[in-house]
């Protein structure tokens, strides 16, 4: 697994990456087994592929999702933000929880936005802190104020979509060396 130091650039483009790159479930997976992970939160669950894998691939993996499957006001004009108006939110919720009932009492699902989630989880709760939600600065940054604090001492605070300029500066503001791994995350070690 390569690590490359984020750069604040202005003017940063989205980049998909390649068909070859390492999918996210895959790099949180080899981080889970090296450093003995036992509890996760995924802020921005969507359809529930990180959790659902590292569920099934990291038997002692407990793992906490926050998604209020809603959608999101804003506009397209708006940098970082993604329209979920095609999407069936409803239906995406429904069928996580359905997968997510063969994992028992190791997964559990807040359907809640970011900000009511975090004043439920306890501090120093988690070895990795994984925010994929609301692309906008603005809430990324909030974001990483409200979740920074749910990271255990020697833990990992990360996020998806590095590439995106609004998630780009939010993270470079508060992390200067923060880590670029696969799949366009960035890794911050608290």
Request: glycine fraction near 8%.
């Amino acid at each position: 697994m390569s690590f490359q130091r984020v750069s604040p650039r202005a003017g940063m483009t989205m980049t998909k990456p390649d068909k070859g790159d390492t999918q996210r479930q895959h790099v949180f997976e080899t981080m889970a087994k090296l450093y003995g992970w036992t509890d996760f939160i995924e802020i921005g669950v969507r359809k529930g592929q990180t959790g659902l894998h590292l569920l099934a691939a990291c038997p002692e993996l407990r793992w906490l999702g926050v998604d209020p499957y809603a959608v999101y006001d804003g506009s397209a004009a708006e940098p970082g933000f993604y329209d979920h108006r095609g999407e069936n939110r409803e239906a995406q919720y429904h069928g996580v929880m359905q997968k997510l009932a063969a994992f028992g009492d190791r997964a559990f699902l807040l359907r809640e936005f970011s900000a009511g989630a975090a004043e439920k989880v306890e501090d120093r709760a988690a070895d990795c802190v994984f925010i994929d939600a609301d692309h906008r600065y603005e809430f990324v940054k909030q974001d990483i104020a409200l979740w920074r604090g749910k990271v255990k001492p020697g833990g990992w605070l990360t996020g998806h979509d590095i590439d995106w300029e609004p998630v780009a500066r939010a993270v470079a503001e508060e992390f200067p060396d923060a880590l670029r791994l696969p799949d366009m995350i960035w890794a911050v070690r608290l």
